[in-house]
């Protein structure tokens, strides 16, 4: 079925109504002379259009003529909308010139005498065809037999009634068999691994009982590695084997080389029992299932897979264990979901309890036995408690639609929102499935499209957006996807999403889903590394697009897009309103066109290359967000800022700008101003120029308060009326003479009492003023008070009642920390059951030299009952209590007064990472040892330390991470088995230690010890026993760097599962070619430095084993072409420092090759034709001195990347030399290259970098011009 939502028009229709009978807007025509009748005509059909069109949408569902009328209807809305968007742009530019002007009279009086110019004859002109368009649609409407209906009165829902997503109805049964299946100690199959499979239709909650299931107890407590991944239809085996990867190793990954992502995936899951969530899978192919689950197969036995499809082929395809078909819910599951959801803790009202409660389970019967409908349902019905308006669901027509992917349950839902919610619901479209929603920013979005009306109700735009944000939340068309310091994110079920698209019909499209639609007005895309020009051409057939919004930004400057988009497609589009560049690293400048988007409201440009801003940008007085964070090359904003009158949210945190335009204080309306910079001596910003922002939000940081010429005017700032400001930053900069104006400052800058975060820098008083630390304060979680170096006391923190973060440092004067530390007193002093700092869970102190003395809170309770972390860089010695102790995670740095351990440290029986750095005083742990709840040692520059005795080790059973640096000069040697838990292990320049071993036991139990690493300056000796070696049987990384020699037991023999070897050493005995390395089956990466000898030998006795992806050849002094050609798996090869090498054999590379280096290798000349494998991606060569060409044929079809820096011989390309897969051509530091093969520039090259190549850079410029047309049609960047 196709849309059904056009009904949302009426909200549009009737803000153009209000629009054209606006006394501002009646003043313009007349003044201008545009046609007065004209005006009225357009007014007076939009209003006979509008008390139809409840009637339409009603009756669409069963007549197409209506659905047609209704959808040629939209379009001719949207045209007129635009054509009084450019009026009012134009009424705004006349306040804004007139405004400027010096002489009032001169004001008025070129106000009234606009000339009737072609500008306005065009405006009439579109005016009368806009009218005589819509009078067709309101004859037409008589014939379609539309009514005039009584509009619904709608009960908006409290922004407060969220349901909780956790209540799970039906499914405890589910539930518990996906648990045994997970835990069965059943034999799973040859691969070790066990895939359950959810099957279901949309709808029923399959995600949810995974959900469930994935973060039980239990089950966290049995797998020891989990990762979630949304598959959905797009089915990515790349994107879905990079997100597991990035989960498993809680790090980021830049690679999009399959191959390289599978082996990472597969190291780091090997002999790890895991369970891996695939949600939402759809493709059913073979091949593709065993490709995704191929690095699985070394898992632990018990590994598991949990699947969830509403496809059976899918389930029959992965399932090792029965699928489990997830049924529907019984009516009676269906009608409790519901009510929960309808009432929340809530009863009926007593009069109709009977009644609505016979309606209800009627209508959770309609539901189909599907959880999202019952939800939805419930979500709709919480507002409406009237009899009537159960019943008008119960019979609503849309019971009967047909349309098999679109729930009538949700329809309904929609059915029943305001016309005002109607449009944000629809406009959700624009994202894809499973995107995480962002509350600000989508309020943001709405308001850029002009979906929030504030005209009535007093509110402003974000509170109404807010609101609106708050209503789809509450009836279940938003749920919450997460809520936790990176802060909360929403999400749309698939099904929903899918209602969202019907709905919005033509108007939203994503690129890359079919054939762009005729009608479209909002496009989103998702963002790629290289967004090059091909991708959007088809836009320049569309010119009324209205939004341009990138999606998947990353907070980094990792993508590129070509300039033709920017100079070219963006400023043909001039009905934009939204447009979005974030991420793009090339975007150094916006072309001077970007002031022709007269109606643009939101432009978010952070975390590009922008160096400035073209003055035609204070053009859009339009514009309500402009985003500009993390723009790190931008130093300065246009003089006339000011002109842009209609700015609400200026984002200018993470640049460089160093002082603000003076014309930023008319800025009035602003809502968010990230950064304030307070100018010097009255040229710039004064401090009081911030009482013009009333409504700041959010987050403010004010810098350069030592330019605060008169203290009171700080006053004049008024931040503590600034309710919304949530973080503040107050920095100086610089310390001040004046300390006493300084203190005076910090007092009249008292902040709003609903503050979360206080950060105060470089403040040069000498005391804090009375408000900080004051309990009213009662919503402030996070204080740091950092380099206020003149500071001889502290404020009295400890009353603060959230406060969970503290930071102290460089805190020079401070001597003593006392009483006033917890409280004010002689207030809450007097009472000594006071609590102080009753919810503090980090604490830090750094630098405070001169600190010395830590008095403790003598109340009757304990001071930081709730302290998890703490960090101690100072001089003093750790103040002592005997109260209760739950820390999880203690770093103690520099402390050289500190005598022994603290006695907390062993009373914390929760402790989990301890990091001791530089105690040089201490000589011993703690003689009753150290918490056995300990999961991580780090111990750094503590070298009279000794070590814990060794026959203390095996209690240490939590303990999986232990790095010593420099540290414990008394211990001699290791055994590695001694930790029973141990998995990675560090051991860093202890200058005794000779030997690395395993303890002598008559049955040695399995090591767990996955990750070795050993430094040492002088020689040391490794594993005594061949077989103690051998035992370490979950070794994978083994990292060793030895400065003498480094010498293992005779007859060496590898652990079985070694992944990594990397070892620097001269030398090395037994010699590694002794070492049975050819018969490490799971070796992956090598790297022997320093000894190029044994690589030589290595090789050319072919002594490596077929595992091999990843080889690194060191300073090996010839290559004859023989031992790698047998390397199968061999991927990445690197040359570096084979200074003798002047080039390669013909077919000396194995097949499967990708990625070739050649570093510091300076004889090498070039290489032959025959030499490259047809596989290889990516050519390299650094500092490869006589390197001067290459041969016409020798770069394979296969190749994508190709570099060369600091060449000093390259001259030239061959013609033709380059294959036509070629997207990166990179060139630095290539002193004699004086030529590009440009009539031959492949037409695959999107990045073309050049960097100090004074030659080439030198060509003519018919030269240039044919490599920037080549950048402009096809390359996303040119650096040159």
Known sequence: MAAIGSAFLSATIQTLVEKLASTEFRDYIKNTKLNVSLSRQLKTTLLTLQVVLDDAEEKQINNPAVKLWLDDLKDAVFDAEDLLSEISYDSLRCKVENAQAQNKSYQVMNFLSSPFNSFYREINSQMKIMCESLQLFAQNKDILGLQTKIARVSHRTPSSSVVNESVMVGRKDDKETIMNMLLSKRETTDNNIGVVAILGMGGLGKTTLAQLVYNDKEVQHHFDLKAWVCVSEDFDIMRVTKSLLESV???????????????????NSREKRFLFVLDDLWNDN?????????????????????ITTRQEKVAEVAHTFPIHKLELLSNEDCWTLLSKHALGNDKFPHSTNTTLEAIGRKIARKCGGLPIAAKTLGGLLRSKVEITEWTSILNSDIWNLSNDNILPALHLSYQYLPCHLKRCFAYCSIFPKDYPLDRKQLVLLWMAEGFLDCSHGGKAMEEL?????????????????????RGEKFVMHDLVNDLATVISGQSCFRLGCGDIPEKVRHVSYNQELYDIFMKFAKLFNFKVLRSFLSIYPTTSYDKYLSLKVVDDLLPSQKRLRLLSLSGYANITKLPDSIGNLVLLRYLDISFTGIESLPDTICNLYNLQTLNLSNCWSLTELPIHIGNLVSLRHLDISGTNINELPLEIGGLENLQTLTLFLVGKNHIGLSIKELRKFPNLQGKLTIKNLYNVVDAWEARDANLKSKEKIEELELIWGKQSEDSQKVKVVLDMLQPPINLKSLNICLYGGTSFPSWLGNSSFSNMVSLCISNCEYC?????????PSLKDLKICGMNMLETIGPEFYYVQGEEGSCSSFQPFPTLERIKFDNMPNWNEWLPYEGIKFAFPRLRAMEYTTQLSLLESDSPCMMEDVVIRKCAKLLAMPKMI??????????LYSLSSIAALPSSGLPTSLQSIEIEFCLNLSFLPPETWSNYTSLVRLYLSHSCDALTSFPLDGFPALKSLTIDGCSSLDSINVLEMSSPRSSSLQYLEIRSHDSIELFKVKLQMNSLTALEKLFLKCRGVLSFCEGVCLPPKLQKIVIFSKKITPPVTEWGLQDLTTLSELMIKEAGDIVNNLVTESLLPISLVSLDLYKMKSFDGNGLRHLSSLQRLDFCQCRQLQSLPENCLPSSLKTLRFVDCYELESLPENCLPSSLESLDFQSCNHLESLPENCLPLSLKSLRFANCEKLESFPDNCLPSSLKSLRLSDCKMLDSLPEDSLPSSLITLYIMGCPLLEERTNSHWSKITHHMRTSCVTVFR
């Open 249 to 267: 190793t809680s790090t980021t990954s830049d690679s999009n080389d399959l191959g390289v992502l599978q082996v990472e995936l597969k190291k």
């Open 286 to 306: 073979y091949n593709d299932w065993i490709a995704l689950v191929s690095p699985f197969i070394d898992g632990k036995p018990g590994s598991m897979v949990i």
């Open 465 to 485: 957006g807010d609101d609106c944000f708050a209503e789809l939340l509450s009836r279940s068309l938003i749920q919450q996807l997460s809520n936790d310091a």
């Open 792 to 800: 001889v006391t502290l404020p009295p923190i400890g009353q603060l």
């Open 906 to 915: 062993p009373r914390s029986t929760c402790l989990q990472h301890l990091k």
